[in-house]
């Protein structure tokens, strides 16, 4: 009989800062092969977990749910963007932006992502890795044309006109060939 129904588990998730507790409703489940990318929304978000938990519990979910581990890997991209401010944790998002690129390489959206992450006063993440992981999706993804344009623009941001151009006319080429 399990130790915490789903209503149990969606609580503890969203309110709770014991983090034993948390890991016990969090292995309920997986044991219970809960699916819903909604409830380990709510995980993800509780403020008392550390960054090295979110990515604990991320990772098992990824492992365990295949079939929602783009899903999942977004979210923590998305968490780590978005709440963690700090140099590492844009590595964070990055890596999951790449996991999650790994779990659907025809999706564009890690892509597109990732690019708005880039802060370029800071440098951060840095940009030639971040142009790496954009012109390692364009051979994969569906839609290449936004990716093209959005590697186009942020050349253009780091004053490299004559690659952004070179992109452009890609992105523009690529939009009369499919037309």
Not at 29 to 46: G, K
Not at 80 to 90: C, M, R
Not at 134 to 145: A, E, F, Y
């Amino acid at each position: 009989m399990p130790r915490f129904t789903p209503d149990d588990i969606r609580n503890i998730f969203a309110s709770s800062s014991d983090f034993n507790r948390i890991f016990d409703a969090f292995e309920e489940a997986v044991q219970q092969r809960i699916q819903d990318v909604e409830l380990y929304r709510l995980l993800f978000w509780n403020n008392s977990l550390s960054p090295d938990e979110v990515c604990l519990f991320g990772e098992k979910l990824g492992r365990e749910f295949p079939a929602i581990a783009y899903d999942i890997f977004m979210w923590l991209a998305s968490v780590f963007e978005v709440t963690y401010s700090s140099y590492d944790n844009f590595e964070l998002a990055m890596k999951y932006y790449r996991k999650a690129a790994t779990a659907k390489p025809e999706e564009v959206s890690p892509y597109l992502d990732s690019a708005d992450c880039f802060d370029p006063d800071l440098n951060i993440p840095p940009i030639d890795g971040l142009l790496e992981f954009l012109r390692s999706g364009i051979p994969h993804v569906t839609n290449k044309k936004p990716l093209l344009q959005r590697i186009a623009y942020l050349y253009e941001m780091i004053g490299d006109i004559e690659q952004s151009q070179h992109y452009r006319r890609l992105a523009d080429d690529f939009g009369r060939s499919v037309n």
